[in-house]
């Protein structure tokens, strides 16, 4: 393998969960162009299905693909269809997640259970199902998605930042135990992106300037910023990497 090759996709099967709108529209979208064939998973179908249009209009290969995380009992035979229709499952980026925004002392045990179900159980019952596949294969790329609130607590964010902690350590145990099938496990950590689940925030100008006045390069990331970090990740140029987090964040956490 050429030293350009290792960091190419293209022709793996890569599942993205959550890829109705946001970030997870667009890992799916950068990933179709690296040459990928993407199932889209999907609980907003309609979303979803404009996702792979436009991956099909740019010339790319995708399919979408109904993958509710918090179905646990159908996630091994969803995936498993998946890599016996598609020959191979080589790639799971585990993204769908939730928030909603609240206060300490008036956090529903609904909503805590409903971020949790989604952003920690989800994550792990879904890696945990693509693992035994990828297992069999002798090969695979799980990258879990985490986010500034892994490493750092956020004000009325004490739940999504406690399923996002977990999904750090979660990875790191998942790399530990499936690094002798060849499969390698690691978290990005998007920082401050504007998406329909952070647009509360950025429409509020006192949180807005306070996001702002905390990225040192000097402006909000764009999806772009994320895909170089994706696509290395999820190619065979990682390899030798796994149980780690890197954080696309403008260098936020270096300050």
């Not at 790639?91 to 609240?102: K, P, R, S, T, Y």
């Not at 952003?119 to 799980?142: E, H, P, S, W």
Request: aromatic share 10%.
């Amino acid at each position: 393998m050429n030293f350009y090759d290792r960091f190419s996709v293209s022709g793996r099967i890569a599942v993205v969960t959550g890829t109705g709108r946001g970030l997870g529209k667009g890992y799916a979208l950068g990933l179709a162009a690296a040459g990928a064939y993407v199932v889209c998973g999907y609980i907003n179908e309609k979303g979803t299905r404009e996702t792979v249009e436009e991956i099909h209009s740019l010339g790319g290969h995708a399919e979408a693909c109904f993958l509710d995380v918090t179905r646990t009992e159908r996630l091994q035979e969803t995936l498993e269809d998946i890599a016996a229709r598609c020959g191979s499952l080589d790639i799971l980026v585990n993204n769908a997640g939730v928030e909603e925004i609240n206060d300490f002392f008036n956090v529903t045990e609904e909503q805590y259970d409903k971020i949790m179900g989604v952003n920690l159980r989800g994550v792990f019952f879904t890696a945990q199902a693509a693992a035994r596949i990828m297992m069999k294969q002798g090969r695979g790329k799980i990258l879990n998605i985490g986010s500034l609130g892994s490493a750092l607590g956020l004000a009325k964010s004490s739940v999504y930042c406690g399923s996002k902690g977990g999904v750090v350590q979660i990875t790191r145990t998942m790399a530990i135990e499936l690094a002798k099938y060849n499969i390698q496990v690691n978290a990005m950590g998007p920082g401050y992106f504007r998406t329909p689940m952070t647009e509360s925030f950025f429409r509020d100008p006192e949180h807005r300037k306070w996001i702002e006045e905390r990225i040192p390069a000097g402006r909000i990331g764009t999806t772009e910023d994320l895909l170089g970090t994706l696509v290395f990740l999820c190619s065979p140029a990682s390899d030798y990497l796994t149980g780690q987090i890197v954080y696309v964040d403008g260098g936020w956490l270096a300050g």
